[in-house]
């Protein structure tokens, strides 16, 4: 299964441009399978989705984007009330905070955070290995090769499993980035131990645009 693991809707994440019935217009006119959703700091769209898209086919993911100042993080759960619990602008979790059932990654390292303004610098792994499970090498909006070469660099280095997500906000950019994940996931849960053991491939679209059965392309 290829899936989004990156995306924002209106009004959760108030940067985004896509209303949350865009969003299940554009997921099920475009054949996607599974995407994740990871709002800043709020999981009220998650809520609200889930059961729509689930009609129509399409298993929805839970996540929450956090910005620290060590860079930006999505904590991915299956416990809505767990992620209820992060803020869009907060400390880095201890190790201690983080579910045993959840999953940290670290997205667009090279870039920094998006509102904690901090900057990427050489070394900065070292101070976020412990909780990090996985890194972000491909994201839709930092594809140069710069940021690209920063994501891989920390990937190896920690370790960890590599993910790609579009960090769309308008939904023709949906998709742009994804994630290939081992069949069968079906739920959070799966995503959590495909991430945890590993188990992800990041791949990157050249352009957006409508694409049948995006999940199997």
């Excluded at 997205?107 to 901090?118: D, K, N, Q």
């Amino acid at each position: 299964m290829n899936v989004d693991l990156h995306t924002h809707t209106y009004p959760a994440s108030d940067c985004s441009r896509i209303p949350y019935r865009d969003y299940v217009g554009w997921c099920v006119a475009n054949g996607v399978e599974g995407v994740a959703l990871t709002n800043h700091g709020d999981v009220d769209d998650n809520r609200k989705l889930e059961g729509a898209l689930a009609a129509e086919g399409v298993l929805l993911l839970h996540g929450s984007e956090i910005s620290t100042l060590y860079g930006d993080f999505v904590v991915f759960s299956p416990d809505l009330d767990y992620l209820a619990g992060f803020r869009a602008l907060q400390d880095l979790p201890h190790a201690e905070d983080l579910d045993e059932n959840a999953a940290l990654v670290w997205v667009h390292p090279g870039a920094g955070g998006g509102r904690s303004h901090s900057a990427y610098f050489s070394g900065i792994e070292r101070m976020v290995a412990h909780v990090v499970d996985g890194v972000e090498v491909f994201n839709g909006n930092w594809l140069g090769e710069r940021y690209v070469a920063v994501a891989e660099q920390v990937a190896a280095r920690l370790g960890v499993a590599r993910t790609a997500g579009s960090d769309a906000h308008d939904a023709a950019r949906l998709m742009t980035c994804y994630t290939e994940l081992p069949d069968p996931v079906r739920s959070t849960a799966d995503l959590v131990d495909a991430i945890k053991s590993g188990a992800t491939i990041p791949h990157r679209r050249a352009t957006p645009g409508r694409r049948r059965r995006l999940g199997i392309f």
